[in-house]
Structure formats: C-alpha cells, structure tokens
C-alpha cells in the first residue's frame, strides 16, 4: 500500500479507502500563484521527482506540523496521488470531510476525512526542488487547516492560501 508510510505518520493507522465525505468547497489550486488566473505557468520541462520522492516531502511536512496539532486531528488519513480529477487539472490539494468544528453526537461509525496532495500539478509549477518543498508543506498546511475549520479566507490572511 504506497499510502500507508504518509498515513501513518499523521493517524497513527493506515488507511486506504476513500471517504464518503463531500469534498471541501475550496480546494488548493495552482491558478493562485498566478497573477492572470490562468493556471499553472509555463515553467519550461517539468520537474523530475519520482513519486518516492514526492510521498517523502509530504511527510517531511506533516512531521513539520507541531505534535500538538496532530494530536487533535482525528479520523483523517493523507494521501498522494499523481493527478487531480481530469475536471480540475490545476488542484493542488483537497480536503473532503467534515471538520473538527462540524462534528457533533451525530459524527461517529463513517469513514476517515481524506486529505490528498497532487504531485502532477505542484512538480508542473515548480522550477526547483526547493519550491517543491516549499509549495508542499504549504498544501499540506492548507489542507489541515481545513479539517480544523479554518477557512480560505482565514488561510490568504495568514499566508496559505
């Protein structure tokens, strides 16, 4: 399972099934970095990274999170995938679930938020390794911040959007 070393480092438990939850209403997408809108910029060839790699830097960010923040996340497994949805070729990340702040009595028995980090598209625009992991940790953030309830809005004022 190429997941289970990502998911455990941030649920304790590996997952691999997808959740039934309704994806989050702003995902991350390339086209924030550009200025036009238009997406993810021509960065001349793509940069090379295997997917090893790639699920290596994600988890090098979810260890940056501070253990005290890992400690209130609950029921939410992390994913890689090479590519977003052929409908949303720009995404970045996704949150799907439903936030810490959203669960009440009735939260229990469903299966685990899901948070995914798109290679494809991050590798599409970057030039060097360095803004690789630097955009990285950034979607990782941005995606936890989610399953904290913290929305876009709050995230562009503090630099994660």
């Given at each position: 399972?190429?997941?289970?070393?990502?998911?455990?480092?941030?649920?304790?438990?590996?997952?691999?099934?997808?959740?039934?939850?309704?994806?989050?209403?702003?995902?991350?997408?390339?086209?924030?970095?550009?200025?036009?809108?238009?997406?993810?910029?021509?960065?001349?060839?793509?940069?090379?990274?295997?997917?090893?790699?790639?699920?290596?830097?994600?988890?090098?960010?979810?260890?940056?999170?501070?253990?005290?923040?890992?400690?209130?996340?609950?029921?939410?497994?992390?994913?890689?995938?090479?590519e977003p949805?052929?409908?949303?070729?720009?995404?970045?990340?996704?949150y799907e679930?439903?936030?810490?702040?959203?669960?009440?009595?009735?939260?229990?028995?469903?299966?685990?938020?899901?948070?995914?980090?798109?290679?494809?598209?991050?590798?599409?625009?970057?030039?060097?390794?360095?803004?690789?992991?630097?955009?990285?940790?950034?979607?990782?953030?941005?995606?936890?911040?989610?399953?904290?309830?913290?929305?876009?809005?709050?995230?562009?004022?503090?630099?994660?959007?």
């Amino acid at each position: 399972m190429p997941y289970a070393r990502v998911c455990v480092r941030i649920c304790g438990r590996a997952v691999s099934v997808p959740s039934a939850a309704q994806p989050c209403p702003s995902a991350v997408r390339a086209d924030r970095f550009s200025s036009q809108g238009s997406g993810v910029p021509d960065n001349g060839p793509v940069l090379e990274m295997t997917r090893e790699e790639f699920e290596e830097l994600v988890a090098e960010a979810l260890d940056r999170i501070p253990p005290e923040l890992t400690r209130l996340m609950d029921n939410v497994a992390v994913f890689v995938e090479d590519e977003p949805p052929a409908d949303d070729p720009e995404l970045l990340g996704l949150y799907e679930g439903t936030p810490l702040t959203d669960r009440g009595e009735w939260y229990a028995g469903v299966l685990p938020d899901r948070i995914t980090i798109y290679r494809g598209p991050t590798l599409r625009m970057c030039a060097t390794r360095e803004e690789v992991v630097a955009e990285t940790e950034v979607t990782v953030v941005h995606e936890i911040a989610h399953h904290f309830g913290i929305d876009d809005a709050r995230l562009h004022a503090l630099g994660y959007g």
